[in-house]
């Protein structure tokens, strides 16, 4: 085959794997309307990010159980989110749930996942591998991406990248804002975990961008062009497109 065969037959697949994304994007809104009911969330990580964005999701009408290895230290937290909330432990939150949020440091990913069983579980993934606290993990994050990083400690998930992108205090302020919602980005390869995690995103008060696959997470994680990137959904399908 010569090289301008190999060229067309390139830019095919980078058509329709272009094609491939604007579908499964506008298809987003209403595969999320088959979700009728509110989805049991269980939270892996109870801290700034899982606590804050745990407490969203019970604003919003959700049952979640925030968890930890001493539920116990849980009380403040969900005495103070009220009667759809309660803590338990993490294989607790995994039974539980019909939607996890996992926000552990990133180096406790392989335990976490080697604990418990996440086959068809689907997981909005708002972890980062951060130097020096995550140790070796993060040199293989740097080489294989944190995606396919997750995906192969959390064997049998349907993961979703989301809520990673920025701070706890962002997403506490930024909920529900007045004028045009702040953009959340998120990146998956498995449409119907896209569009669950999309609804999601809505409830909790923001617009949902999804950037790609999960071999595109990368980009809007720490180092990536589009960490920190806050705006609109149009500003940051714009700094998308530079």
Do not use: C
């Amino acid at each position: 085959m010569g090289y301008e065969s190999t060229g067309m037959h390139r830019g095919r697949r980078r058509v329709l794997g272009v094609m491939g994304l604007v579908a499964v994007a506008g298809a987003l809104p209403a595969m999320a309307q088959q979700q009728a009911a509110k989805s049991k969330i269980g939270v892996i990580g109870s801290g700034r990010i899982g606590g804050t964005v745990g407490g969203l999701f019970v604003k919003a009408g959700h049952p979640v159980m925030f968890s930890s290895r001493h539920p116990e230290s849980l009380k403040s937290l969900t005495d103070s989110l009220g009667p759809l909330a309660q803590a338990g432990t993490v294989a607790q939150a995994v039974a539980f749930a019909d939607v996890l949020l996992l926000a552990v440091p990133y180096g406790a990913v392989p335990e976490v996942g080697q604990q418990n069983k996440w086959q068809g579980k689907i997981v909005l993934d708002a972890t980062n591998a951060v130097s020096p606290r995550d140790g070796a993990i993060v040199e293989e994050v740097k080489a294989n991406g944190i995606g396919a990083t997750t995906a192969k400690y959390l064997a049998g998930a349907r993961i979703v990248r989301v809520f990673n992108f920025t701070g706890a205090g962002e997403f506490a302020r930024e909920s529900h804002r007045q004028g045009a919602l702040m953009a959340v980005p998120m990146a998956g390869d498995d449409a119907a975990a896209l569009a669950v995690a999309a609804q999601l995103v809505r409830e909790a008060g923001f617009e949902p961008v999804v950037v790609g696959g999960l071999s595109t997470a990368d980009r809007f994680a720490p180092g990536g062009k589009l960490f920190r990137q806050m705006g609109s959904a149009d500003a940051f399908r714009r700094a998308m497109a530079e």
